[in-house]
């Protein structure tokens, strides 16, 4: 379970409590729930060899990207714009982190192109429909067509986003059986600031529907 969209450090250590494989910290102005570096520095700190710490950045330049890496020890980086294939590579070869590639899915050919990446993980997130939500890269509490991902070809290990809730996390493993669950806005109380009730009802949610080990890479 990556939990995403962490900008304090009593969220961050209920989640790593709770099982979390991965902590995201999200680096975009436009987004509610921005990280201060400030912020990230305590929670990178207090997380370090505990949980996967992920670095999420919409079109951020490169050297930004390598010297928030190198600051905060990110060991994984989210690219959840406009990226190209070259630059996640690049990504990959300055920072040592590994890199995961998003994308926003309204059709069958947004998974299909995903399969130019050769990233260490696939995020596939719903893309906003509302338009008051337009131009959100992620957090819009919305789902996609789960069906979509049977369009997908790649090995590449996947995390399923999107408007992931306790009620509906289980229906979204067994139909797409991903490596892992990302939720951000689902289980919070306020952008940002999440609802301790919430976060404790996904886990258990998702860990009473984890695919039998073997399954698209084991574990959600």
Excluded at 13 to 40: K, Y
Excluded at 60 to 69: C, G, N, S, T
Excluded at 170 to 196: M, W
């Amino acid at each position: 379970m990556k939990i995403c969209g962490v900008t304090n450090l009593p969220d961050a250590e209920l989640a790593v409590e709770l099982g979390a494989w991965a902590v995201g910290l999200i680096f975009h102005a436009e987004s509610p729930r921005s990280c201060s570096l400030e912020q990230a520095r305590g929670i990178a700190a207090a997380l370090r060899r505990r949980v996967e710490v992920c670095g999420v950045y919409v079109n951020a330049p490169l050297e930004e990207i390598e010297h928030d890496a190198d600051e905060l020890g990110l060991t994984m980086i989210q690219l959840h714009g406009e990226e190209g294939p070259s630059f996640c590579a690049e990504v990959r070869r300055r920072t040592g982190a590994r890199v995961i590639k998003a994308a926003q899915v309204a059709g069958p050919g947004d998974v299909r192109d995903l399969e130019r990446f050769h990233t260490d993980f696939h995020l596939l997130d719903a893309r906003a429909r509302a338009t008051e939500r337009q131009g959100l890269r992620g957090g819009t509490g919305e789902t996609f067509d789960w069906g979509l991902v049977a369009e997908r070809r790649s090995t590449v290990p996947l995390i399923l986003s999107g408007g992931l809730r306790p009620e509906n996390v289980a229906e979204a493993i067994a139909a797409t059986k991903p490596y892992a669950v990302d939720s951000a806005s689902a289980t919070e109380a306020s952008p940002g600031h999440k609802d301790p009730e919430r976060l404790r009802a996904f886990f258990a949610a998702v860990k009473h529907a984890r695919p039998q080990d073997g399954e698209n890479g084991g574990r959600a």
